[in-house]
């Protein structure tokens, strides 16, 4: 596949989510609500968001952030005129733009932080996302980036995807490119880049997946004890690096 056929069908793929979500309905995704939870203070930041999809957790730093300025970029230039349409006077601190996460217009040390949040796993080229993450990251900024981890029970998706031949499908449909990814590999993207990561988080804990029983039942979204959080901790399928560019 190349990139105008990639281009094409996330066109499709976010023309037709944006007709069946409502506004906003994406800020209760499970990725969301931890980066908020971990953001610092980016009032005075240049701040990029990387694959910001239609645009709505942009939106939302914006309005939490004032004193910010937000780029939010994606890939599809159908999200990115969805996102703009959701714009108004009152949001003068936000910007968006038609931007490859593998190879980014921005000129080095742009940004004080860089937010991404379930794109890594979608791009062609992991390694050379981390490595733009950190070239246009100024020294000493900081980033959060979560992406899947199935290093768990989505495991046995993926070997029925490879036995059959047939898409990945995660439940939210098939999107027209899916890495496999076990947390051990995504640290190493950062690694090479250059990056130090500072935090590691983890939740819905996947254990297994049966034929015909929904896979919340056999889920556990988070658990109340540090050591139980720690000891579960590899097998998380929402994974989230927070790291810092020395």
């Not at 239609?54 to 996102?83: C, N, V």
């Not at 921005?106 to 996302?129: A, G, K, R, W």
């Not at 059959?164 to 490119?177: C, D, R, V």
Request: hydrophobic content about 35%; some cysteine; charged content about 20%.
């Amino acid at each position: 596949m190349n990139e105008q056929q990639k281009e094409a069908l996330y066109n499709s793929w976010h023309e037709s989510l944006g007709n069946q979500q409502q506004q906003f309905e994406t800020l209760t995704h499970p990725w969301y609500q931890t980066v908020m939870q971990l953001l610092p203070d980016l009032n005075g930041k240049k701040v990029l968001e990387i694959g910001c999809g239609r645009g709505d957790f942009s939106i939302w730093l914006a309005k939490k952030y004032p004193e910010a300025h937000i780029t939010g970029t994606d890939f599809s230039p159908a999200a990115i005129k969805i996102a703009g349409e959701k714009i108004n006077y009152q949001l003068p601190n936000l910007s968006f733009k038609v931007e490859n996460a593998e190879q980014l217009s921005f000129t080095n040390e742009s940004f004080d932080f860089i937010i991404s949040c379930e794109t890594m796993e979608h791009v062609f080229h992991p390694q050379l996302m981390a490595n733009e993450m950190y070239r246009v990251l100024k020294k000493e900024g900081n980033f959060i980036l979560t992406t899947e981890n199935y290093f768990n029970g989505y495991i046995l998706l993926w070997l029925k995807t490879w036995i059959t031949g047939k898409p990945f499908n995660s439940g939210s449909g098939i999107q027209p490119h899916e890495n496999f990814f076990t947390f051990i590999g995504v640290k190493k993207f950062f690694r090479n880049a250059g990056f130090t990561l500072s935090k590691t988080y983890s939740n819905h804990f996947q254990f297994l997946l049966l034929p015909g029983i929904s896979p919340d039942k056999l889920c556990v979204t988070d658990f109340k004890t540090k050591f139980w959080q720690q000891l579960y901790k590899p097998f998380g399928r929402h994974y989230t690096y927070c790291g810092v560019k020395h």
